[in-house]
């Protein structure tokens, strides 16, 4: 079993910045890919990031690069999510996930384990 908690959400203005955290339990909490995925009001649940278990490789959704980065302390049992110049279009209910037996998916049930998310608001 694997249990996320998010912090780090809040309401920011426009090309401001936040870093999300998302600290873990479990001992094998360093051997899993982590993705972070974000749901707007009304909206599906959408792929945001993921990082491999060694933090080695990582990749964005085409609608962050450049803004969003994702990193991981395997030491602290912890992922991050840096963002920077948000938009409003950002504002959504931010949610950290483990994959247990892949890499590179970008799909939501391709991951076992969610924390409860974390709601960030951007203000134009």
């Known amino acids: 079993q694997v249990q996320l908690v998010e912090s780090g959400g809040g309401a920011v203005q426009a090309g401001g910045s936040l870093r999300l955290s998302c600290a873990a339990s479990g001992r094998t909490f360093s051997r899993y890919t982590m993705g972070w995925f974000r749901q707007a009001p009304g909206k599906e649940r959408e792929f945001v990031a993921a990082i491999s278990w060694s933090g080695g490789m990582q990749y964005v959704a085409d609608s962050v690069k450049g803004r969003f980065t994702m990193s991981r302390d395997n030491a602290k049992n912890t992922v991050y999510l840096q963002m920077n110049s948000l938009k409003p279009e950002d504002t959504a209910v931010y949610y950290c996930?483990?994959?247990?037996?892949?890499?590179?998916?970008?799909?939501?049930?391709?991951?076992?384990?969610w924390g409860q998310g974390t709601q960030v608001t951007v203000s134009s």
């Open positions: 996930a483990a994959d247990t037996t892949g890499w590179g998916r970008r799909s939501s049930y391709e991951y076992e384990y």
